[in-house]
């Protein structure tokens, strides 16, 4: 296998695991605090349901992108540039989905499902205080989330600066 096919998968890998370390703070820090300024509950929830499904699609396809690449840099490099950081950072990357999801959910347990149900199922009426409590439950997972993820970040930043590549 060539220096540039698992260089390549490096350089991209570390670039998705960027920019979904990058989606997860600019939602926890930006986004998600906006909608608490918005006039009404209806506008808010319909916001938060918007921007739920979409962060859900896009961070997925990001997630994705970084394991693959990552894990096959890791397979296809030859055993003397085979680094760890490599497999830790498409590990990390993979369970930081649905790993920090099933985590939260042990910690509020079912609550948080019943909420997110009670909220779509609300029609018109909607209840203000209900949908400020499942910004705040969001915010707080895509806060986890970036955390993870700047950490993997960091960690392949310094693993690819290691490499010279």
Do not use: C
Not at 13 to 37: D, F, H, K, Y
Not at 108 to 134: H, K, P
């Amino acid at each position: 296998m060539s220096t540039g096919t698992y260089t390549l998968f490096k350089f991209v890998g570390t670039i998705s695991l960027g920019l979904l370390t990058g989606v997860s703070a600019s939602l926890s820090t930006i986004a998600l605090p906006a909608l608490l300024t918005l006039p009404t509950a209806v506008t808010a929830r319909s916001t938060l349901t918007y921007l739920s499904s979409k962060t859900r699609v896009y961070t997925s396809y990001l997630r994705h992108i970084t394991t693959f690449t990552l894990f096959s840099a890791y397979l296809l490099s030859p055993p003397r540039f085979r680094h760890p950081y490599l497999l830790y950072t498409s590990i990390i990357t993979f369970v930081s989905g649905p790993g920090i999801d099933y985590a939260i959910s042990l910690k509020e347990g079912s609550t948080e499902r019943r909420a997110t149900l009670d909220l779509d199922a609300q029609g018109d009426d909607v209840n203000g205080e209900q949908v400020r409590q499942q910004v705040e439950r969001m915010k707080f997972t895509e806060g986890v989330r970036a955390m993870v993820g700047g950490l993997a970040f960091a960690m392949g930043i310094v693993g690819v600066w290691g490499d010279g590549a």
